[in-house]
């Protein structure tokens, strides 16, 4: 199998840079022959990208069946989400969430049962074999390698990730609980472990192709408005009302923390220019009622709002959206729409955290890497237990199936932008300035700037209020 350098080499002497993507997917055919073919095809380009690799045709993630012809929601609509019944739905919950993901990497590798392996180990030993698993366990030895336990239906093997071999080392570092990935390795001569070669994640295909509307239409995205804090930039949003009311946009999505609520932290009362919760969504239903109602407004809940922690979270409930103005839907976190055929995945994104916290490198100030990995494990949040509550249900509502044009985040108020194989991530920071709890956790937020997305290109823009 070539590594990535030999790879990389054997480009620059055909006089060609190459993406890593196309490395990527050399090392996953396992065949050398490919490189002089795409060399071939690139001519004289000077970087080689996947449009080279021959009979690679770009492919659209399902096909669109517009009920709705300007707006839907697929997934997350108000009071789909239900409640949690007992420890006995955490079994489905994972189930469904390994048959999900397992078949996205099955597509690019054949893998064998874990048990397979543990009950003939002489049959299979030191040869190459493949497994797909979900993570129990990672851990890095005293010689700095990486040990992973890895678990399917039928059994469960420990995976080694050599710190020599950079060119899946790297990838194995930000390996996370509960991730379902697929290892090709060999396996030891005691056969209880498995050296691996090669990793596999869910992934967007490499071929994906984002579908684009065939009609004019522009939606605004935003959110963390939080309404009711003492860091409300409310000058700023009048500026942001008042364009609207001159704009051509036709959609307004706020992904989450719509208000401030009460008792989030401690010591919130303090920073409260409204301390009823009633009262905060009052204030923030007069200002959408005030933004032009030929705009069709979408609007999550985030962990500030008034519903459970756990995700997914339920739509506000009507009790607190009676004021709400009728041009707006209410909508489940995370929820899946559909613009004119284009698909929006809105997450508010409190697993941010948890994945900044874990992920070697990873920052708050770049939130479009933190997309990027969420793509790539075709999860939005993957540990389990940690900071974000996840409600285990019967099937894994977190799971990133089908494959949206845009995904958008909010929750840690920092604007940032990324592409990842067809896919746009954005993450819409916030409508607050920076909050004492910010100034002691070093974050600077990027507030009062809103994205537009032009849904017949899928070219974002980004607007500053402040």
């Known amino acids: 199998m070539l590594a990535n350098a030999e790879i990389v080499r054997r480009f620059l002497e055909t006089?060609?840079?190459?993406?890593?993507?196309?490395?990527?997917?050399?090392?996953?055919?396992?065949?050398?022959?490919?490189?002089?073919?795409?060399?071939?095809?690139a001519g004289d380009a000077l970087v080689v990208s996947t449009e080279h690799i021959p009979g690679l045709k770009k492919v659209r993630d399902g096909t669109r069946f517009l009920v709705d012809p300007e707006l839907e929601v697929i997934m997350g609509s108000a009071g789909s989400t239900g409640s949690v019944c007992g420890h006995e739905d955490a079994v489905h919950y994972f189930r469904n969430r390994y048959n999900t993901l397992s078949s996205m990497i099955r597509t690019r590798m054949t893998a064998m049962p874990i048990e397979a392996l543990l009950k003939s180990p002489g049959r299979y030993r030191e040869e190459e074999c493949s497994i797909i698993g979900m993570v129990?366990?990672?851990?890095?030895?005293?010689?700095?390698?990486?040990?992973?336990?890895?678990?399917?239906?039928?059994?469960?093997?420990?995976?080694?990730?050599?710190?020599g071999r950079d060119e899946v080392f790297e990838e194995a570092e930000r390996i996370l609980p509960d991730d379902v990935i697929g290892v090709k390795g060999k396996l030891s001569v005691d056969g209880g472990l498995l050296f691996a070669e090669q990793l596999f994640r869910p992934d967007v295909p490499i071929n994906n192709a984002p579908f684009k509307s065939d009609r004019p239409g522009k939606a605004v995205l935003i959110s963390?408005?939080?309404?009711?804090?003492?860091?409300?930039?409310?000058?700023?949003?009048?500026?942001?009302?008042?364009?609207?009311?001159?704009?051509?946009?036709s959609y307004l999505l706020i992904a989450g923390d719509l208000v401030d609520?009460?008792?989030?932290?401690?010591?919130?009362?303090?920073?409260?220019?409204?301390?009823?919760?009633?009262?905060?969504?009052?204030?923030?239903?007069?200002?959408?009622?005030?933004?032009?109602?030929?705009?069709?407004?979408?609007?999550?809940?985030?962990?500030?709002?008034?519903?459970?922690?756990?995700e997914p979270q339920p739509a506000i409930p009507p009790e607190f959206a009676a004021n709400f103005p009728s041009n707006c839907t209410l909508v489940e976190n995370p929820c899946l729409l559909n613009l004119q055929g284009v698909r929006v995945l809105m997450?508010?994104?409190?697993?941010?955290?948890?994945?900044i916290g874990l992920i070697p490198g990873a920052s708050y100030e770049r939130p479009g890497e933190i997309m990027v990995e969420m793509l790539k494990r075709r999860l939005l949040a993957?540990?389990?237990?940690?900071?974000?509550?996840?409600?285990?249900?019967?099937?894994?509502?977190?799971?990133?199936?089908?494959?949206?044009?845009?995904?958008?985040?909010?929750?840690?108020?920092i604007c940032g932008v990324t592409r990842y194989r067809g896919v746009l991530g954005l993450n819409a920071?916030?409508?607050?300035?920076?909050?004492?709890?910010?100034?002691?956790?070093?974050?600077?937020?990027?507030?009062?700037?809103?994205?537009v997305v032009d849904l017949q290109t899928l070219q974002p823009e980004v607007i500053d209020f402040s």
């Open 15 to 41: 006089k060609h840079q190459v993406h890593p993507d196309v490395v990527n997917y050399i090392r996953e055919q396992d065949d050398p022959s490919l490189i002089d073919r795409i060399a071939a095809v």
């Open 136 to 163: 129990i366990e990672v851990r890095t030895t005293p010689k700095g390698h990486r040990l992973v336990e890895v678990e399917d239906p039928s059994g469960v093997i420990r995976v080694l990730f050599n710190r």
């Open 224 to 249: 963390d408005v939080h309404v009711g804090s003492n860091t409300f930039l409310l000058d700023a949003w009048n500026r942001f009302a008042d364009w609207l009311q001159d704009s051509d946009a």
């Open 261 to 310: 609520g009460i008792g989030i932290y401690p010591g919130q009362e303090n920073e409260l220019t409204i301390k009823n919760i009633y009262e905060q969504y009052d204030v923030f239903a007069g200002m959408l009622r005030d933004l032009p109602s030929r705009i069709r407004i979408v609007a999550a809940p985030g962990n500030h709002d008034v519903v459970r922690m756990a």
């Open 347 to 355: 997450y508010h994104g409190r697993s941010i955290d948890d994945m």
């Open 382 to 413: 993957a540990p389990y237990g940690m900071r974000t509550p996840i409600a285990a249900m019967k099937t894994d509502r977190l799971v990133i199936d089908p494959l949206p044009e845009i995904l958008l985040t909010g929750h840690i108020h």
């Open 429 to 451: 920071g916030t409508w607050q300035s920076q909050t004492s709890f910010q100034k002691q956790m070093n974050v600077h937020p990027t507030p009062a700037r809103a994205f």
